[in-house]
């Protein structure tokens, strides 16, 4: 199982980290965009110490209720497979969960959409669940809502920002 | 109030849909015509047929030998493939502009249409009537053409459209109403209407964020509807409007579709997204 890291369009030094895939970058000068998240959640890591950092964009909370579509060949659309694959990325470069900034974005919902379709509350509920066995809590959470948005992370200064349009920006 | 002639002289401005999209459309969906009728067409238009079989040798349908004809790309391809591209060809030019007003970039607006018309696709194969698989593409192709002549009268209105939204829980769609006059999808209905689409596909076109309780009884509109539903949920392109359209479970009961089936539909939708990258860049 290949994690796509690097397939991502680079625009100058920004860098989409699209739907159903990561990015993980030690180059101060890049800054990783997922744009237009819905359902789906993006969520960023920095790590202060080692300087690195990455976005996560996941679709979907539950590989397994995805009948022909094979996780091993989109383990980044799904949380249950994609936090693993991407927290792995963080460890394998010596990054520690307990210096982990993360901030998540995203788990959108039609108006009045009932709980049972409610795609972006199982998408929050999977990841917290996924985070809780890293021990890890967020710095920062913004979901929910019927907006779509914007994260993006800063390598050099580790700052994320949330944009949601007609509603501006939050640094954090 | 924004004076609606304003609003409705403006489709003018649009590029009028070839006539030949008509003809192919109507074609396709008579059970008695063949494909010979349809190749025939084609081939009297040499710039449908060669972006046709630009596409055709492209590396979205990966076929093992070049296609040099109208007739040898329908055998290859199939019928479907070859009316979709006929369509998608039809309408781009006017989709892929830069609609103002709903916080869209260039050819973002065509992204979300050949997404949707995708996913309508996806749906209609498994829950729709076979004869009217081209009319629900086609019509989650066009579905939002109404955008690209109400975008300018959003923006002068946003904040006020915003307000109804956010504070007062309204559609988007019914704060455009309220706000303008007219919402996008009455305006898309209208342009449909110029343009001599099919009464159905009209219909759809004017109801496909289903308000009106009697378009959720409709198969076809219900099935554009969630196609649309399911691209805002994937961020696909989704601008100022986002995610902020009523949903109707009941609409999902009556299609027998359940969760499960949702969330397959938006991983093959999301498993597809790169080969989708090709029609929309064609």
Redesign the interface.
């Given at each position: 199982m290949v994690p796509k890291q690097l397939n991502s369009k680079a625009i100058s030094l920004m860098t989409a980290v699209n739907c159903s895939e990561m990015n993980i970058s030690n180059n101060p000068v890049e800054t990783l965009v997922a744009f237009s998240i819905g359902a789906g959640i993006g969520i960023s890591v920095f790590d202060r110490v080692c300087g690195v950092g990455g976005i996560l964009n996941f679709m979907l909370p539950d590989s397994t209720r995805a009948n022909g579509v094979d996780p091993e060949n989109v383990p980044l659309m799904f949380a249950d497979t994609g936090v693993p694959v991407f927290m792995k990325a963080f460890f394998d470069q010596g990054v520690r969960p307990e210096t982990m900034k993360v901030v998540i974005a995203g788990g959108a919902h039609v108006m009045d959409q009932t709980a049972a379709f409610n795609i972006g509350q199982k998408n929050f509920e999977a990841l917290k669940i996924c985070l809780a066995g890293y021990d890890l809590k967020t710095y920062r959470e913004d979901i929910g809502g019927t907006s779509c948005r914007t994260l993006s992370l800063e390598i050099g200064s580790g700052r994320s920002c949330i944009k949601i349009f007609g509603h501006g920006e939050v640094k954090v | 109030m924004t004076d609606l002639n304003e609003i409705v002289e403006q489709i003018d401005l649009l590029e009028p849909i070839p006539p030949i999209a008509a003809q192919i459309m109507a074609l396709a969906q008579d059970p008695n015509s063949s494909l010979s009728k349809i190749a025939d067409l084609i081939r009297n238009d040499p710039a449908l047929t060669a972006n046709l079989l630009r596409t055709c040798n492209s590396v979205y349908f990966g076929l093992s030998r070049q296609v040099e004809s109208v007739k040898d790309a329908a055998a290859m391809v199939g019928l479907d493939h070859i009316v979709r591209l006929v369509l998608l060809n039809s309408l781009s030019a006017n989709f892929k502009k830069e609609p103002v007003g709903y916080?869209l970039g260039e050819g973002e607006l065509w992204r979300h249409a050949v997404t949707s018309a995708h996913v309508a696709g996806m749906l209609a194969d498994r829950f729709g009537d076979s004869q009217n698989k081209h009319l629900i593409y086609t019509a989650a192709l066009v579905k939002d053409i109404g955008k690209l002549i109400l975008g300018r009268f959003v923006s002068f209105s946003?904040e006020k459209i915003?307000i109804l939204?956010r504070s007062h829980?309204h559609?988007f769609n019914d704060a455009e109403q309220m706000v303008i006059g007219m919402n996008h999808e009455e305006l898309g209905a209208m342009v449909g209407q110029k343009w001599h689409f099919t009464p159905k596909l009209i219909y759809i076109i004017r109801h496909h964020h289903l308000s009106d309780e009697s378009a959720r009884q409709d198969r076809e509109t219900s099935l554009v509807y969630l196609a649309d539903?399911i691209c805002?949920?994937?961020?696909?392109?989704?601008?100022?409007d986002?995610?902020?359209?009523?949903?109707?479970?009941d609409v999902?009961n009556r299609l027998n579709l359940s969760?499960?089936d949702?969330?397959?539909i938006?991983?093959?939708a999301?498993?597809n997204?790169q080969q989708m990258e090709i029609l929309v860049n064609q």
């Open positions: - | 916080g946003y915003n939204v829980g559609s539903i805002m949920m994937m961020g696909v392109c989704t601008g100022a986002g995610l902020s359209y009523r949903f109707y479970g999902l969760e499960k949702l969330q397959s938006i991983a093959e999301g498993k997204r």
